[in-house]
């Protein structure tokens, strides 16, 4: 499984999510520009000692992303029509989040209306916060997959 994070801002966040995604085995792919740097304390306290367990890849943009050959993308988005439980996901999948303020872009949504997914909450709040619905994705993904490689 793979992980994207589409311009990611907030330091804590993506260093709570590599550490998620260390933990699980999981591709961490970080499209640029990022709203801090990899040096960050923030980011590396927030992903404690699990950095060398990360596999990461820094992209120049969202295309470079998608050019992956055989790929599966799922967009997380509340826009999405389709809840992030009902779909079945593959060990190849690519989880796609954006960025903190602003989400994904509207273009890439549109291109991919069938891939756009969400993850139910109240109508009296914007959104969840992005390590926890990565969090939350992620983990139901695996399930489905018997949770590969973990105990």
Partial sequence: MHVVLV???IPPNTGNISRTCAVTGT???LVEPLGFSLDERQLKRAGLDYWQYLKLQLHQNIDDVLSLANSKFWFFTTKGTQMYTDIK????DYL?????TAGLPAAL????????IRVPMGREVRSLNLSNAVAIVLYEALRQQGFPDMN
């Fill in 7 to 9: 311009e990611p801002e």
């Fill in 27 to 29: 591709g961490l792919h």
């Fill in 89 to 92: 996901y593959g060990p190849d």
């Fill in 96 to 100: 796609v989040f954006g960025k903190e």
């Fill in 109 to 116: 949504l549109a291109t991919y209306p069938d891939r756009c």
